[in-house]
């Protein structure tokens, strides 16, 4: 519960732990997203493709996930690991499917 003190000052707010719990909402909606995408190209991949593609597929999630908590693990200031992975997943799925 607050305290309301008779002292008449007012409780001091820990703002270095609001920012961390923001950021770390941040860093986990970008990942979320990511993983996201990866199961979205994924689902393409298993649809429209034989049993090559769906090892692709499933190769394609486990280098997802993998590169999305790298990403995480390193701070989670930039995607370029698990955006690139999932820009040359998107162009091979792509590729395979047409």
């Known amino acids: 519960m607050a305290d309301h003190s008779a002292h008449g000052s007012a409780p001091s707010h820990n703002f270095e732990a609001h920012r961390s719990t923001y950021e770390a909402f941040i860093t986990g909606s970008v990942a979320l997203t990511l993983l996201c995408l990866y199961t979205l190209v994924s ?21 997802g996930v993998i590169t999305v ?30």
């Not at 689902?43 to 280098?63: K, N």
């Not at 370029?80 to 047409?98: D, E, I, P, R, Y």
């Open 69 to 98: 908590l790298i990403d995480v693990k390193t701070g989670g200031k930039r995607w370029f690991l698990s955006g690139g992975a999932l820009v040359l997943f998107g162009l091979v799925t792509a590729m395979s499917v047409a």
């Open 43 to 63: 689902l393409v991949i298993f649809r429209f493709g034989g049993s090559f593609h769906v090892f692709l597929g499933f190769a394609g999630l486990v280098v």
